[in-house]
């Protein structure tokens, strides 16, 4: 299955973010990074970086951000980690990991679960 | 113009400027910003402070390079991989060299820039360092060509950043966190134009 890694400022939104998910799609691999070392807001490098690792397998890995230095500091982990599958998806946070993580459950490629959560995007609510 | 001893001390002049301004940068990043940018900064120098008795010996592109290496990983927004990147850049510019002259410097300068533009694809004119970054630049790159001492090209540098913080006041946000708040962002200076300006007056104050 398809990896999934959410990166936020915030240990809690992120967590939260992947609990939702798992309410939904319990057997994803869905994990998050969010916050600094110390619990408080920011981005970690080693956080996201270790995150991918866990989840990580020849399916390849998407991850999910926030914004600012949260698309910055995954786009450096990425680069860093040459060679491996790992795609940043620009969707809505909850609503695109949540039709990530059902896709991936399924057994999708990571094209079709990429593609999913940016299909989220366009969806309107009500 | 310096070799890497200079280097290692220019760089802890950097950590002293920015510890004592911690709480300066993070007061500018209140009304526009998330009221951090000093502690990010701060916890990043302090980083990079712990590791260089590991790589004083080393040349002046490994010096930068673990240094752009240490903020990305302990800085924890934004300015983490904007001077990260611009660090390693910087470092890649002057790759195994131990002595660098002023045109060296340049090359650091504008691989410096270079890489906050790949990181962040910001232009100048969106309220960010490369406000205080690129005029410096300009300012330096004009200055050597005019035959000036390091003293005195630094000089121009710093007065040009200063200018370009000044310029900051009267823009609004397009880029990061204080595009957020749009026209209200008017009025404030960037705290990362800020904080570029100190990092140069740092090098200038060792000469
Ligand atoms: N895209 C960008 N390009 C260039 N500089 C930027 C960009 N985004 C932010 N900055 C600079 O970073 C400074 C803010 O740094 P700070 O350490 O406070 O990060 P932050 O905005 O809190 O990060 P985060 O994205 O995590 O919220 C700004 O004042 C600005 O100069
Ligand atoms: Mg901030």
């Known amino acids: ?126 | 113009m310096t070799d890497n001893k200079k280097v290692v001390e220019i760089i802890k002049v950097m950590a002293e400027i920015i510890h004592e301004n911690a709480q300066f940068l993070t007061d500018l990043d209140a009304p526009i910003g998330d009221n951090d940018h000093g502690i990010n900064m701060d916890r990043g120098f302090q980083k990079v402070l712990e590791d260089l008795p590991g790589i004083e010996n080393s040349d002046i592109g490994s010096i930068l390079k673990k240094t752009g290496m240490d903020l990305v990983s302990t800085v924890g927004g934004s300015s983490g991989p904007l001077y990260g990147t611009a660090f390693m850049k910087a470092g890649a510019a002057v790759a195994g060299k131990n002595e660098i002259d002023a045109d060296d410097f340049i090359d650091i300068m504008e691989a410096a820039v270079g890489g906050v533009q790949l990181r962040g694809k910001a232009e100048q004119g969106e309220k960010t360092m490369l406000d205080a970054m690129i005029p410096a630049v300009n300012a330096i790159k004009k200055g050597v060509d005019a035959g000036k001492s390091p003293s005195e090209f630094l000089a121009d540098g710093v007065q040009a950043a200063k200018e370009g913080v000044e310029y900051t006041k009267t823009i609004i946000a397009t880029k990061g966190r204080a595009s957020y708040v749009g026209e209200r962002s008017i009025g404030h200076q960037d705290p990362g134009a800020t904080s570029f300006t100190l990092l140069l007056e740092s090098i200038a104050a060792l000469y």
């Open chain 1, 1 to 126: 299955m398809v990896g999934i890694v959410i990166v936020s400022h915030s240990k809690k939104l992120a967590e939260g973010v992947v609990e939702l998910s798992r309410l939904i799609s319990g057997e994803c691999p869905i994990v998050a990074a969010g916050g600094l070392e110390d619990g408080g807001f920011g981005t970690s490098y080693e956080r996201i970086e270790a995150a991918i690792e866990s989840v990580y397998s020849d399916d390849g890995v998407i991850v999910i951000m926030d914004m600012g230095s949260s698309c910055m500091t995954t786009e450096m982990v990425i680069e860093n980690m040459e060679g491996k599958r790992i795609e940043m998806v620009d969707c809505p946070m909850v609503e695109g990991a949540a039709a990530a993580a059902a896709e991936s459950e399924g057994g999708s490629s990571l094209e079709e679960v990429k593609k999913a959560a940016m299909e989220a995007a366009g969806e309107s609510k009500f």
